[in-house]
C-alpha cells in the first residue's frame, strides 16, 4: 500500500503547515498566505511554493560548486518522483505525496520547474528571445498551470493566456532586476536585442545608461506589455478570488512596467517598485474590472 495511505493525518498537517510557514517568510515573491486563496487550496499551492523555492535555492544559494548544485538538484528530482509514489520522509515531500493525487496535479509541470533551476546553474546568457521565453515557459508558466489545474481549469485557451501572464510577469522580474542580476554575473536581456541597439555588455557592467540602452528597455517593456495584455481576459473569464486574484497580479505587472517608464527606463540604478499607496488604487481597478 503507498506510504501517503498509511501516513497518519497528523504528519501531513504538520508537513502543509511547514510549507506554508515557508511561504509566509517569502510573501513578496510568491502571495500564498493571501486569503484571496480558498482555504481548501492554500495547502496544496504551499506545498507547490516550497518545493519550488527550495529547489531555487538549491541553484543560487550558497557556495556550492555547480555539480554539487546540479546533483542536489537531481535528487530533488528523484524525491520528488518518490513523492509521486507515496513516498517520502522529508515535509515539502510528504505533502507533494498528498496533494499529487489529491488534486491530480501534473508532475511533468514539478519536473519543468526543476529544468529551469538546473539551467540557471550553468547559463547566464540568452542569444535571442525564443530562448528567453522557452526558460520562462519552464521557470514561470508551471504555476500558473498548476494552479489552474487545482481550479479545475485545462481548457486550451485558459492555459495559453496564463502562459502569456506567466512569462510576462518573469520578464517583468528580469526587466526590474537588470542591475541586481548583473552583480550575480546575470544577463537576460537577449543578445541579438542588444546588437540591435548596439548595448555591449562593456556598457552594462560600466553602468552606462547609454541612448541604446534606452531603446532597448523601451522595446522590451512596451514587449512585454503587449504580452501581458494578451492573457489579461483570463482574469475576467475566471471567476471568484482566482480571477480577482489574477487581476490584481496583472494591474501590479503593469504597474511595475509604468514605473521603469517612469525612471526612464534606467534599469541600472534604479530598481522599479510599487510604492505602497499605489495599491489601493490597484485593488479597487481589480475590484471594478469584473
Same mark, same amino acid.
Given at each position: 500500500?503507498?506510504?501517503?495511505?498509511?501516513?497518519?493525518?497528523?504528519?501531513?498537517?504538520?508537513?502543509?503547515?511547514?510549507?506554508?510557514?515557508?511561504?509566509?517568510?517569502h510573501?513578496?515573491?510568491?502571495?500564498?498566505a493571501?486569503?484571496?486563496?480558498?482555504?481548501?487550496?492554500?495547502?496544496?499551492?504551499?506545498?507547490?511554493?516550497?518545493?519550488?523555492?527550495?529547489?531555487?535555492?538549491?541553484?543560487?544559494?550558497?557556495?556550492?560548486?555547480?555539480?554539487?548544485?546540479?546533483?542536489?538538484?537531481?535528487?530533488?528530482?528523484?524525491?520528488?518522483?518518490?513523492?509521486?509514489?507515496?513516498?517520502?520522509d522529508?515535509?515539502?515531500?510528504?505533502a507533494?505525496?498528498?496533494?499529487?493525487?489529491?488534486?491530480?496535479?501534473?508532475?511533468?509541470?514539478?519536473?519543468?520547474?526543476?529544468?529551469?533551476?538546473?539551467?540557471?546553474?550553468?547559463?547566464?546568457?540568452?542569444?535571442?528571445?525564443?530562448?528567453l521565453?522557452?526558460?520562462?515557459?519552464?521557470?514561470?508558466?508551471?504555476? /500558473?498551470?498548476?494552479l #489552474?489545474?487545482?481550479?479545475? @481549469?485545462?481548457?486550451? %485557451?485558459? !492555459?495559453? &493566456? +496564463?502562459? =502569456?501572464?506567466?512569462?510576462?510577469?518573469?520578464?517583468?522580474?528580469?526587466?526590474q532586476?537588470?542591475?541586481?542580476?548583473l552583480?550575480?554575473?546575470?544577463?537576460?536581456?537577449?543578445?541579438?536585442?542588444?546588437q540591435?541597439?548596439?548595448?555591449?555588455?562593456?556598457?552594462?557592467?560600466?553602468?552606462?545608461?547609454?541612448? /541604446?540602452?534606452?531603446? #532597448?528597455?523601451?522595446?522590451? @517593456?512596451?514587449?512585454? %506589455?503587449? !504580452?501581458? &495584455? +494578451?492573457? =489579461?481576459?483570463?482574469?475576467?473569464?475566471?471567476?471568484?478570488r482566482?480571477?480577482?486574484?489574477?487581476?490584481?497580479?496583472?494591474?501590479?505587472?503593469?504597474?511595475?512596467?509604468?514605473?521603469?517608464?517612469?525612471?526612464?527606463?534606467?534599469?541600472?540604478?534604479?530598481?522599479?517598485?510599487?510604492?505602497?499607496?499605489?495599491?489601493?488604487?490597484?485593488?479597487?481597478?481589480?475590484?471594478?474590472?469584473?
Amino acid at each position: 500500500m503507498p506510504e501517503s495511505l498509511t501516513r497518519p493525518a497528523a504528519d501531513v498537517r504538520q508537513a502543509y503547515a511547514w510549507c506554508r510557514r515557508l511561504a509566509a517568510g517569502h510573501y513578496e515573491n510568491f502571495p500564498i498566505a493571501s486569503l484571496l486563496l480558498p482555504r481548501s487550496l492554500r495547502d496544496p499551492v504551499a506545498a507547490i511554493y516550497a518545493f519550488a523555492r527550495l529547489a531555487d535555492d538549491l541553484a543560487d544559494e550558497g557556495s556550492a560548486s555547480p555539480d554539487a548544485r546540479l546533483n542536489a538538484l537531481a535528487a530533488w528530482r528523484a524525491k520528488l518522483h518518490a513523492a509521486a509514489r507515496g513516498q517520502a520522509d522529508e515535509p515539502v515531500f510528504i505533502a507533494l505525496a498528498d496533494a499529487i493525487p489529491r488534486h491530480d496535479l501534473p508532475v511533468g509541470l514539478l519536473e519543468d520547474l526543476l529544468s529551469a533551476f538546473e539551467q540557471d546553474v550553468g547559463k547566464t546568457r540568452y542569444a535571442s528571445f525564443g530562448e528567453l521565453m522557452d526558460y520562462c515557459r519552464r521557470s514561470a508558466n508551471p504555476i /500558473g498551470r498548476l494552479l #489552474l489545474h487545482l481550479y479545475g @481549469v485545462t481548457d486550451a %485557451r485558459s !492555459l495559453g &493566456q +496564463s502562459d =502569456a501572464i506567466c512569462s510576462a510577469l518573469q520578464l517583468i522580474n528580469f526587466w526590474q532586476d537588470v542591475g541586481v542580476d548583473l552583480k550575480k554575473g546575470r544577463i537576460y536581456l537577449p543578445k541579438e536585442d542588444m546588437q540591435r541597439f548596439r548595448v555591449s555588455e562593456a556598457d552594462l557592467l560600466a553602468g552606462r545608461m547609454s541612448l /541604446g540602452l534606452n531603446q #532597448l528597455m523601451r522595446f522590451e @517593456v512596451d514587449r512585454t %506589455r503587449r !504580452l501581458l &495584455q +494578451s492573457g =489579461a481576459p483570463l482574469g475576467k473569464t475566471l471567476k471568484g478570488r482566482l480571477g480577482f486574484n489574477l487581476r490584481l497580479t496583472v494591474l501590479g505587472g503593469a504597474a511595475i512596467l509604468e514605473a521603469i517608464h517612469k525612471n526612464d527606463y534606467d534599469v541600472l540604478h534604479k530598481r522599479p517598485v510599487i510604492r505602497w499607496n499605489t495599491w489601493p488604487r490597484l485593488l479597487q481597478r481589480a475590484i471594478l474590472a469584473r
